[in-house]
């Protein structure tokens, strides 16, 4: 009943297995690497069906080699992380199309294993972890198909068997988790590879920067406030800040940091937690203003929070700001020229007004309101989609279009106070936020991005001033769905109308956000606290290696015989252990049975010498006639006779 | 006859209390199945590790998940892997006789007497190819397994290797079995020769008459290596003692098969001549006689004279009966 197994069916069950773990990456590769490996994997699969010979080891050396060198030539190295995975990718393909024996299909199954880990480093939703476990299940089914030499079982069994097995893992798997030692990584530098685009605020400022962002319902960051989440209109949260402007763009100062950095609190700190997607950026969010530093930033000088490194995972850290404040009471002479830097020869128009503003108000407080109002009581729009504008942007914005976003009018406003003699910066970032009632924080994404001005006055300091709250204050108080009407544009969760839909939404986020503490976010020191939780004091990696140890052994016992259950006795067997039990029983009390005799002479033997018993062992006698010679046995009879038994032993002789 | 046993099947036995040979049916309870991990067991280890490098180095928390979700996985395929063969009962089947030169078929019962069915259990002779087969719930499966034959005689096999590496091929778990199969080889059937004449006459016997099998010719005193179908029957009634009915003539028409008419001088070739004429007149339909130097078979025909004529061939000359 010998049957070879590299036939058909198990190569199409493999090749649908490695269709499914390629599948996440092929939005990631270039596509001549997806279709090469799609084409290696049908044609394998056409030859085996057309029983035709593979062809030359050579051959596949050959394509192996020159796409090597495509992927050097795609990814600008070979070693990267995407280069690596492009590379695996390829060779998996070309390994089926050299697949002769059991031997290889075990190394493409386990190189499949990898691949499927390798779907890990660009997603690890839990959406992604279940599809991925979907895939493992398919992917074990397979590795069980080709340790199978016949026909039995049917592949619906099979796929059972398999699940069973991995619902029999998951505790082991569970205690594996909790207690083996972490280490928090990199291990060693990660070689530098591209990085996809990721949305998000970006280092300069343009017309359109700002509101290509009201699209996009992306997380950027949540936050977890200790005590009560401040009101919306209090929420800025402090992002890249803008200096040099060239009449269109907006772009920071050199990025200096602040030795020594002052300010004066005027409210009490509120102290929150930030998770923040990884934008591959390194600035770090936080509400203005930010009282401390992070572990691992600076602060420049416009109170502006920068990481050491690029952020490419996400990262939870801790903060405190004060809402009420008082910064940069004196200006050096370097920082006022910087913040009133005007480029030559821009936006006249615009340059008339602010001098003529200028003239007419006397105090900067005046020159302030008055172009606020005229912002708020002059026709001007607040849209996500304004006309396009021309090479004087702030005049064609001004005076023709009137029309903008945030960045607009922010820019305006800021090149209007520099005109008059005001020093003003543009301060980027995100306003507001969403409750997220079911896990109670704040979720903040990309469609709340924001720019607004500071403006330096005397004895007040850097001073906010957001234009957008002229033009449009629900803005500010509501977020931007209250802001919109329902013809912008805007993400369709984000509309009022789907109201049961963000519910669901956002109790998924809340899912999420738990998924990406404790799972995501388990890191050496997430085990410590967590463990510490149940009164594990100083944990050390022996103390987890003992841990994990125990407890394992701990589970495998159940396990085992839970699994190994079904070796059990047939009934037969296990009348006959009680049967033997009994009588070794009696024998330990002086009454062995003879060989020769039979059951019932047995225990009437007995019986006649212990009349106090005689009712018991008659019942023991009829329970086990019946039992071995009757008719079918049930669990329940059985029980009774090794009651019996038991109740037997128990008594005194 | 026991075979030849080598140093390493010396140690096996002792290390797996392997006490030859063994009554069956042999149960393959928990004490005598043993499980190590295969190649591809280790090489998974290999890959465990890269992937757990992986993880610590990106710090992917669902990687580890997969990585310790794998690691188990392997762990508890320990205990399948074991349970698929533990406590089936293996009995000797009927295994056919055959030919010198031919695929011996042998017949091996496994039952399993358990609620739990067992997939892809593999039998293994020496270095043959194995083979596999399931043992479904409480029933007994007819396992045939090829050895080639190539003496005559009783072919003995020792000790068979009953394994399984299901479900995932990470573990190895097997037993060794020492029953008592067997299998018996006739000759090498030669059919180059034709068959003899009829009516070879004896060596033995004396020449006064041809001995044939259709006239009559007169009587004699019974000898208990008679056929009983020569008794005269009604002499005996008549109460005239045992008498043995004489034939002559027709001796010519008696096909022995003899020993001593072959030219040859090498037994083997005498008994492969033997064998194919056996076949040739069995298929003929003819009756034939056998005459061995140790032995003669009366001439009949029919499967069961066929099977001991040839059971006497192959099993001439050699020094073990059972």
Redesign the interface.
């Given at each position: 009943?010998?049957?070879t197994n590299l036939n058909f069916n198990n190569l199409l069950w493999l090749a649908g297995a490695m269709a499914l773990i390629i599948l996440p990456h092929i939005s990631r590769l270039p596509i001549w690497v997806s279709l090469l490996s799609t084409a290696s994997i049908s044609y394998r699969i056409y030859l085996s069906r057309t029983q035709r010979a593979l062809p030359n080891k050579w051959l596949i050396m050959l394509i192996a080699v020159l796409s090597m060198i495509g992927v050097q030539r795609s990814f600008g190295i070979l070693l990267g992380r995407d280069s690596g995975i492009a590379i695996l990718v390829i060779l998996l393909g070309l390994k089926l199309l050299e697949t002769k024996n059991?031997?290889d299909v075990?190394?493409i199954i386990?190189?499949s294993?990898?691949l499927?880990?390798?779907n890990?480093?660009y997603s690890?939703t839990i959406s992604?972890?279940v599809y991925?476990l979907f895939t493992?299940w398919v992917v074990?089914t397979t590795?069980?198909n080709?340790?199978?030499?016949?026909a039995?079982?049917g592949y619906r069994q099979r796929l059972k068997?398999?699940g069973v097995?991995?619902l029999?893992?998951?505790p082991?798997?569970l205690v594996?988790?909790v207690f083996?030692p972490r280490?928090?990584?990199?291990?060693?530098g990660?070689p530098s590879d591209t990085r996809s685009a990721i949305s998000g605020l970006s280092d300069s400022m343009s017309p359109g920067s700002i509101s290509s962002l009201g699209l996009s319902d992306a997380i950027a960051f949540r936050v977890n406030f200790e005590r009560v989440i401040p009101a919306s209109a209090d929420l800025y949260w402090r992002g890249p800040v803008f200096v040099h402007f060239d009449g269109k763009t907006w772009t920071p100062g050199p990025y200096i940091e602040a030795k020594q950095i002052s300010y004066k609190a005027l409210s009490s700190p509120i102290d929150y937690q930030i998770i923040l997607e990884p934008h591959h950026q390194r600035w770090l969010f936080a509400l203005d203003l930010p009282g401390m530093l992070a572990p691992n930033s600076i602060i420049t000088q416009e109170f502006q929070l920068l990481a050491r490194r690029v952020i490419h995972?996400r990262l939870p850290y801790s903060m405190r700001s004060h809402i009420k404040y008082q910064i940069g009471e004196v200006l050096t002479d370097r920082e006022r020229k910087s913040n009133l830097q005007v480029p030559r020869n821009s936006n006249p128009r615009a340059r008339d007004l602010a001098e003529r503003l200028k003239k007419e108000s006397e105090t900067e407080r005046k020159l302030i309101n008055h172009v606020l109002r005229m912002f708020r009581e002059q026709k001007f729009f607040y849209t996500l989609t304004p006309p396009l504008l021309g090479p004087q942007p702030v005049d064609e914005f001004l005076f023709d279009t009137r029309s903008g976003f945030c960045e607009h009018y922010a820019s305006a406003f800021a090149f209007i106070m520099r005109v008059a003699g005001i020093p003003a910066r543009i301060v980027t970032g995100y306003q507001g936020g969403e409750t997220n009632p079911y896990g109670n924080y704040l979720i903040i994404r990309q469609t709340d991005a924001h720019a607004w001005a500071e403006v330096w006055l005397k004895d007040e300091g850097w001073v906010r001033v957001d234009p957008t709250a002229a033009v449009a204050p629900s803005r500010i108080e509501f977020g931007i769905t209250a802001a919109l009407p329902i013809t912008e544009p805007l993400p369709l969760l984000a509309r009022k109308e789907y109201n049961w839909l963000r519910q669901v939404r956002l109790s998924l986020d809340a899912v999420s956000y738990t998924w990406n503490q404790w799972?995501?976010?388990?890191?050496p020191q997430r085990q410590i606290e967590f463990l510490s939780q149940f009164g594990f004091r100083h944990i050390n990696w022996q103390r987890l290696a003992f841990m994990l140890m125990t407890s394992l052994i701990i589970l495998?016992i159940p396990?085992?015989l839970f699994?190994?259950k079904?070796?059990?006795l047939?009934k037969r067997d296990q009348v006959e252990q009680i049967w033997l039990r009994f009588c070794k029983n009696m024998a330990k009390r002086g009454w062995p049975r003879h060989t020769w005799e039979g059951p019932a002479d047995y225990i009437t033997r007995i019986q006649i010498t212990h009349p106090e018993c005689a009712s018991l062992l008659q019942a023991i006698k009829e329970t086990y006639i019946n039992l071995r010679y009757g008719k079918s046995a049930d669990q329940e009879m059985i029980k009774m006779f090794d009651n019996k038994v038991r109740e037997l032993s128990t008594r005194r002789l | 006859m026991r075979t030849q046993v080598d140093l390493k099947t010396r140690v096996g036995d002792w290390i797996f209390k392997l006490k030859l040979p063994e009554t069956a049916p042999i149960k393959l309870h928990r004490r005598r199945v043993f499980i190590l991990p295969t190649k591809t067991g280790t090489t998974l280890v290999i890959t465990l590790l890269f992937m757990l490098i992986g993880s610590i180095n990106y710090n992917l928390s669902l990687g580890y998940v997969l990585t310790f979700l794998l690691a188990s996985l392997a762990i508890i395929s320990i205990l399948h892997t074991f349970r698929n063969i533990a406590n089936l009962e293996i009995d000797i089947g009927r295994t056919e006789s055959v030919f010198v030169g031919d695929e011996a078929q042998i017949a091996i019962v496994i039952t399993n007497p358990s609620t739990l069915a067992r997939y892809s259990i593999g039998l293994r002779y020496q270095k043959n190819d194995p083979v596999y087969t399931d043992a479904p719930i409480k029933q007994s499966v007819v396992v045939k397994f090829p050895v080639m034959v190539n003496k005559r005689g009783w072919l003995r096999l020792e000790r068979i290797n009953i394994f399984t590496q299901y479900p995932m091929g990470l573990f190895n778990a097997w037993s060794n079995a020492g029953l008592n199969l067997r299998c018996l080889a006739y000759p090498k059937p030669d059919h180059t020769q034709a068959l003899p004449e009829l009516g070879s006459h004896h060596a033995k016997e004396g020449t006064q008459k041809g001995i044939g099998t259709n006239d009559f010719s007169g009587l004699r005193e019974h000898q208990p290596s008679d056929s009983p179908k020569h008794i005269a029957w009604k002499a005996l009634a008549r109460e005239h003692g045992m008498l043995t009915k004489q034939f002559t003539g027709q001796a010519d028409h008696e096909l022995w098969l003899d020993w001593y008419r072959l030219a040859s001088s090498d037994i083997e070739t005498k008994l492969s001549i033997l064998c194919g004429w056996i076949l040739k007149a069995e298929n003929n339909g003819q009756q034939y006689g056998l005459r061995l130097p140790n032995l003669v078979l009366e001439p009949n025909q029919g499967e069961a004279h066929k099977q001991n004529c040839l059971k006497a061939l192959a099993l001439y000359n050699l020094d073990d009966s059972n």
């Open positions: 009943m010998t049957r059991q031997r075990s190394i386990f190189l294993y990898f499927l880990l390798t890990f480093l690890q992604t972890a991925l493992f074990n590795l069980i080709f340790n199978l030499f016949t039995a079982p068997i398999s097995m991995i029999q893992a998951l082991l798997m594996l988790f083996f280490v928090q990584g990199p291990l060693w990660l995972d799972i995501l976010g388990y890191n495998i396990l085992s699994i190994l079904d070796l059990h047939t | -």
